[in-house]
């Protein structure tokens, strides 16, 4: 198969809707079409199911859109790292992480690294919510912090790095507060008080009461004025202020860190930082 014809699929997949497909691709929708048919009959297998009311993947073409997407981004990251390798002064290692997840862990970490004797120059990225994956496959990125079960690490290698309990947070002052420890049921149904939202990969927001929220500073700020509750892991919880208070969690789900880079990398740059996390 060849990249143009993934992206012609893939944009079809996608959008379920070959005009559309068309329109995002800068094409004509007749070739579209025929390159379409063209793969599948290279493949010998019906990609998707066309009717006059509506476009649907079949269970072959579901495989090839999550195949295709990963292949994808293995040629793009190949294309940025490759680039950046060429320019002087680039940095030798991007490390990728959630903006506020990691509390005293990332500085820790490269203060570690620095220290090694090889130690490389490390640019560090702060995200949303869910980006670190989608920058690590597409090769923006050559290594991050995840947290599971949140993020997903499938096709990467990691390292555990710590697991650890949740909390929830609160405006200061809250009757909750006065509790040793809470359960999931005391806090996700807090009148007044709403679950945030956070954005999915598209940039979009899920429905429900909850504020929409890009970064946890944000997020403590609207705990803050009493217009939202949130459950993060220990780490994150604020340790100073007086306008918010962290309770345990007791039955919220374990957040395990993890330091995660793509298994075919040689470097022994990301090695020795990979060291350097897993001896914390």
Do not use: N
């Amino acid at each position: 198969m060849e990249t143009r014809e993934l992206r012609y699929f893939i944009a079809v997949a996608e959008e379920l809707h070959f005009g559309r497909a068309a329109e995002r691709l800068g094409m004509a929708q007749p070739p579209l079409s025929r390159a379409i048919q063209q793969l599948e009959r290279r493949l010998g297998v019906t990609l998707l199911e066309r009717t006059s009311r509506a476009v649907t993947l079949t269970e072959a073409g579901a495989v090839l859109l999550r195949e295709g997407r990963a292949a994808l981004d293995a040629v793009d990251a190949a294309d940025r790292r490759t680039r950046r390798a060429a320019v002087a002064g680039a940095p030798a290692l991007v490390l990728v992480t959630k903006a506020g997840a990691t509390g005293e862990l990332l500085p820790k970490l490269l203060d570690a690294y620095a220290a090694e004797p090889e130690a490389v120059a490390v640019d560090v990225i702060l995200c949303g919510p869910g980006e670190q994956e989608r920058l690590l496959r597409d090769g923006r990125a050559d290594v991050a912090l995840l947290h599971l079960p949140f993020d997903s690490a499938t096709g990467f290698d990691t390292e555990d790095l710590r697991t650890e309990g949740q909390v929830a947070v609160l405006p200061a002052g809250h009757p909750l507060t006065a509790r040793p420890h809470l359960r999931m049921s005391d806090v996700t149904t807090l009148p007044g008080l709403p679950m945030p939202r956070w954005p999915r990969l598209d940039g979009t927001y899920p429905d429900g009461p909850g504020p929409q929220v890009r970064d946890q500073t944000q997020l403590l700020q609207l705990i803050a004025l009493g217009r939202a509750a949130a459950i993060m892991p220990e780490s994150a919880r604020p340790h100073r202020g007086e306008d918010v208070a962290a309770v345990p969690v007791l039955d919220a789900p374990p957040v395990t860190t993890v330091i995660a880079w793509p298994p075919h990398s040689r470097s022994r740059a990301l090695a020795g930082l990979v060291r350097a996390a897993t001896r914390l």
